[in-house]
């Protein structure tokens, strides 16, 4: 049997653009004489689609578009993912389900039956677990339709099963010839390595071919890179969709065929960094365009985050689409402007001056009274954050365009940023990315020419609200402070596993300190996009009041 694996970028909730897609790919199956084409989790809606899953007329919409599908594809049977209604009066009122249609007939549905609660998953709010696991014979194969979460749960690899029940175990014993798994499985650094290694092991487990056809596109803050793939029963890779686009594979599970197989397999990215960039490339442009823009404003500043961002919004949508605004106060030096405007014009994005100087001298004047004698503090330089804020807002509300905000996961976590002032945003495009990971991403984009300029990635960063500062003025070095972040946030160790792991205590003491009680802060930050195990936002839930200390002493 001939089998198309069509990865589509899905718009949540916009049927009639999901409908198309799918029309379109299932007729680029049939042209390649395929028997069979099999779409992503929840396809027909979007995933992830949230609390649109408690409106009835989404769910009706969704059935409808499905019911379309199966009166106009003709000729082909189609594999794809929808929500269905609970039938029965007990348990949640919907289904996660995939379902086999040919010809105008549905043949076969399956209900998800492992519904993920972690991270940013939240399944089971909206969905009842499926109950069967029983292969269905079509073409001379015995398909076993797996959805997700379905196939995570195997003994021999994961030893921390969060689950009672194998559905692939019991699809192999009730007779299946061909595991499908349908998926929306999120992009994170080094999750393609494991998803390979986990198909390939099943397959090779069960000694029976296995199909993933996974969502691409961005979704808010959630990442899907596609990568669809075919395994053999041997567990090796036969068919590998593109990451990060649409793209369509093949795949026949009659191995005597002599199909091209090489042709098959698709070029995706070379290493991490390079699986970063498209994604956060993809994740920009799918956000804007999905959220109703074309266009956006961000503010330069000189240092590399703003660069950064700035290429990946040209990159993302074009660059006539794109103004930066430069804001020198007194404390900026000559050479960011320089490298500003070289920054702007390497890349072709539009580029304006506004001097924020007169307008901070002005708040000065105005809150001399209330502010009494004494040396300025933070205070002042929040204000001129503010400043630079409310005039790219202004910029964003006038034109039309969506703001990005440049702040790194380094910045953000420990509160070294200003809520109303440079947090200000639609979008808020690095800000799972460390810094340290900033610079090799910088890097990585001048490794051909030197698109960012040498001295935006050379100099000491800065935020440059007072004379001569620098980030470690107040921070640890960016390599200290990241690791440990990154064990604190993504690792989830304590303050003792820190200390144990040699970092200073009262670093430590002072870094976690930092994470806690600028919660608030991230709370009311614009979306980031998630390309670490852990990123701020709806998949990270924790309390704004609260007491709660770490000692980095066992007691």
């Known amino acids: 049997m001939k089998t198309a694996i069509a990865q589509i970028n899905p718009v949540i909730g ?203 596109g961005g979704n808010d803050s959630i990442l899907f890179d596609g990568m669809s793939a075919a395994f053999d029963k041997d567990g090796k890779i036969r068919a590998l969709a593109r990451d990060f686009e649409e793209d369509i594979i093949f795949y026949d599970s009659d191995e005597q065929t002599g199909m091209t197989y090489e042709e098959n397999i698709h070029k995706v990215s070379g290493s991490d960094v390079e699986s970063v960039l498209k994604a956060l490339i993809m994740g920009t442009r799918d956000y804007v365009v999905k959220c109703g823009f074309s266009k956006v404003v961000l503010g330069l500043s000189g240092g590399i985050d703003s660069a950064l961002t700035a290429f990946i919004a040209a990159k993302a949508l074009g660059s006539e689409n794109v103004l930066s605004v430069f804001m020198p106060s007194g404390y900026t030096s000559v050479d960011n402007f320089e490298d500003t405007k070289k920054l702007a014009g390497n890349i072709g994005i539009g580029f304006e001056v506004i001097p924020v100087d007169g307008v901070f001298k002005e708040f000065i004047r105005l809150l001399s009274p209330s502010f009494r004698e004494g040396e300025p503090d933070i205070t002042e330089q929040n204000i001129q954050a503010r400043i630079r804020g409310t005039i790219l807002m202004a910029l964003s509300n006038r034109q039309g365009r969506l703001l990005l905000s440049t702040g790194n996961k380094s910045e953000l976590a420990v509160g070294y940023c200003t809520l109303y002032g440079d947090m200000n945003g639609g979008l808020a495009v690095i800000s799972d990315i460390p810094k340290t990971e900033v610079y090799g991403l910088a890097r990585f984009i001048n490794r051909e020419e030197e698109i960012i300029p040498a001295r935006i990635i050379e100099k000491a960063p800065s935020a440059e609200l007072k004379p001569d500062q620098t980030d470690q003025d107040d921070l640890p070095p960016y390599e200290i402070l990241d690791s440990i972040l990154k064990g604190y946030i993504e690792d989830l160790k304590g303050a003792g596993e820190l200390v144990k792991s040699g970092f200073d205590p009262k670093l430590v003491e002072d870094v976690i300190s930092r994470v806690d009680r600028n919660e608030y802060k991230r709370h009311q930050a614009a979306p980031g996009l998630k390309v670490t195990t852990k990123a701020f936002g709806y998949g990270r839930r924790y309390p704004l009041a609260q007491r709660y200390t770490q000692s980095i002493y066992k007691k």
Request: hydrophobic share 40%; charged share 30%.
């Open 14 to 216: 916009d049927f009639e653009y999901n409908f198309s897609r799918i029309k379109h790919y299932a007729d680029k199956a049939k042209a390649h004489s395929c028997d069979m084409v099999v779409f992503s989790e929840l396809v027909i809606s979007g995933y992830p689609p949230r609390d649109l899953l408690e409106k009835k007329d989404f769910i009706e919409a969704n059935l409808s578009c499905l019911s379309r599908l199966v009166d106009e594809i003709r000729g082909i049977g189609v594999i794809c993912g929808f929500v269905d209604r609970n039938p029965v009066d007990e348990g949640k009122p919907l289904y996660n389900s995939a379902v086999l249609f040919e010809n105008g007939k549905i043949l076969h549905r399956v209900n998800k039956r492992l519904l993920p609660t972690y991270d940013v998953f939240d399944e089971s709010r909206y969905f009842e677990a499926g109950t069967e696991c029983t292969p269905y014979g079509y073409k001379g194969e015995k398909i076993g339709i797996t959805i997700c979460e379905d196939v995570w749960n195997d003994k021999d690899i994961f030893q921390k099963r969060i689950y009672h029940i194998n559905p692939v175990d019991l699809m192999i014993k009730g007779g299946a010839s061909l595991l499908v798994n349908i998926s929306a499985s999120p992009f994170h650094v080094g999750k393609k390595e494991f998803r390979w290694d986990l198909f390939g092991a099943i397959a090779r487990k069960y000694k029976v071919p296995l199909i993933f056809a996974n969502q691409v």
